[in-house]
């Protein structure tokens, strides 16, 4: 059974950068698509961006399109998120994902779930 942790979140002003990681222990993250996904209080929690386990099918909601980039390195078990022109609205806490098969923004296919990180975007 896989483990995900992530890392990277933090305070940071509007059109500031953070980047992400979601890190893998108990298997191999190569046969895995993930996913990152966030949720603001009160709100419900939103698919921000999945990767296939290649690497080569990338998909991304379209609120982040063209400010966040999803990454993955099989031989270091990581997946980044690199998040780009940053707004208040991104600040939410930011959960990876793992699951064997396609990857997807629904958040209910996935299997296995980080702790979450704290992404707070305030001037």
Do not use: H
Not at 103 to 116: F, I, K, L
């Amino acid at each position: 059974q896989v483990q995900l942790v992530e890392s990277g979140g933090g305070l940071v002003q509007p059109g500031g950068s953070l980047r992400l990681s979601c890190a893998a222990s108990g298997g191999s993250l190569e046969y895995y698509a993930i996913g990152w996904f966030r949720q603001a209080p009160g709100k419900v929690r939103e698919g921000v961006s999945c990767i296939s386990s290649t690497g080569a099918n990338t998909y991304y909601a379209d609120s982040v399109k063209g400010r966040f980039t999803i990454s993955r390195d099989n031989a270091r078990n990581t997946v980044y998120l690199q998040m780009n022109s940053l707004k208040p609205e991104d600040t939410a806490v930011y959960y990876c994902a793992a699951r064997r098969g396609l990857a997807t923004m629904n958040y209910y296919q996935y299997e296995y779930w980080g702790q979450g990180t704290q992404v707070t975007v305030s001037s």
